[in-house]
């Protein structure tokens, strides 16, 4: 069993957070926590500079309302939002923050996906934890 486990949850429509969740929670050892976490996609300069100044605050507050009905009634669960390129952001916040297991859904992969490669691929294969993929 795992005593610190990430969740990272995107809003794509064939991606289902709530069966990562329960995995996660099987999996979870007595006492272990689990934190959900979602990447906010840098935006180039020339798009950022087109939205409000507060855009980043206001995508963070969206984010963690969309997230609440996810994570309730679930215990020792903690929600964290943050910047950056999704798959190098969940591989290096994995790191950071000494988790020893990583649940993440994956699509099916299609053609794209040989070329450019999916984000769980890119966990899969840089990932110093065990990662468990969901689809």
Known sequence: MY?????????????????????????????GKITVLHVLEHLPQYASDLL?????????????????????????????????????????????HAKDCIVITSHRPGMQDMFLGSTAARVVRHALCAVHVVR
């Open 52 to 96: 409000p100044e507060d855009h980043i605050a206001q995508a963070r507050e969206t984010v963690a309302e969309k997230l609440a009905p996810l994570v309730a009634g679930i215990g020792d669960i903690a929600v964290e939002v943050v910047e950056g390129h999704s798959a190098r952001t969940i591989v290096d916040f994995a790191q950071a």
């Open 3 to 31: 005593s610190n486990i990430l969740v990272p949850v995107s809003f794509e429509a064939d991606r289902d957070a709530h069966q990562a969740l329960e995995i996660a929670q099987v999996l979870r050892g007595a006492g």
